[in-house]
T-cell receptor, first 114, second 109 residues
Framework: DGGITQSPKYLFRKEGQNVTLSCEQN?????MYWYRQDPGQGLRLIYY???????QKGDIAEGYSVSREKKESFPLTVTSAQKNPTAFYLC?????????????FGSGTRLTVV | KNEVEQSPQNLTAQEGEFITINCSYS?????LHWLQQHPGGGIVSLFM???GKKKHGRLIATINIQEKHSSLHITASHPRDSAVYIC???????????FGKGTLLTVNP
């Protein structure tokens, strides 16, 4: 079955450490996205990528970094510069086609800084 | 002001009731999405629509482009419908979504 795999589901990080969240898709989607969800707020876009080796900052990119070396993979690194990293992180992918948008979401990673 | 506003924020219903969740947006869009998020956090896409009405089982989604408003209806609600329902809009050339804050629906048996 095609879909998005995010790992791990739960992640604990010590303050000051970088951590990388994995996102892999086998849907052959061109575009991939990282969103952050905080209690009482809508999901906010961190980074997105429409093609391999290219990505753009979203609304809250500070303290995060990404790479897109393969079409299937879009890992997100939460750096020590991110002041409030405890949150729920969702990866998504979509077709890049004006006639049709097929969004698929992963199951998310809950990051807690201890 | 958020570009996507949902109402109500919280909704409690008895099993069997007809449910309506509303979404208003203030920007031009290419499509509007209704999403469902269960307690575990994963999100499922329910509908994507740019005009008219779509139906899937007990779920119905409508959109009025002129009024910039969409509704999600659930007929004969069931406790398993309990979840957060999220409205999101997409537009422009980068296909990214702008999300509402979600509506927490609780259906009691």
């Amino acid at each position: 079955d095609g879909g998005i795999t995010q790992s791990p589901k739960y992640l604990f990080r010590k303050e000051g450490q970088n951590v990388t969240l994995s996102c892999e898709q086998n849907l052959n989607h061109d575009a991939m996205y990282w969103y952050r969800q905080d209690p009482g707020q809508g999901l906010r876009l961190i980074y997105y990528s429409q093609i391999v080796n290219d990505f753009q900052k979203g609304d809250i990119a500070e303290g995060y970094s990404v790479s897109r070396e393969k079409k299937e993979s879009f890992p997100l690194t939460v750096t020590s510069a991110q002041k409030n990293p405890t949150a729920f992180y969702l990866c998504a992918s979509s077709i890049v086609d004006r006639a049709f948008y097929g969004y698929t979401f992963g199951s998310g990673t809950r990051l807690t800084v201890v | 002001k958020n570009e996507v506003e949902q109402s109500p924020q919280n909704l409690t219903a008895q099993e069997g009731e007809f449910i309506t969740i509303n979404c208003s947006y203030s920007v031009g869009i290419s499509a509007l999405h209704w999403l469902q998020q269960h307690p575990g956090g994963g999100i499922v896409s329910l509908f994507m629509l740019s005009s008219g009405k779509k139906k899937h089982g007990r779920l119905i989604a409508t959109i009025n482009i002129q009024e910039k408003h969409s509704s999600l209806h659930i007929t004969a609600s069931h406790p398993r419908d309990s979840a957060v329902y999220i409205c999101a809009v997409s537009g422009g050339s980068n296909y990214k979504l702008t999300f509402g804050k979600g509506t927490l629906l609780t259906v009691n048996p």
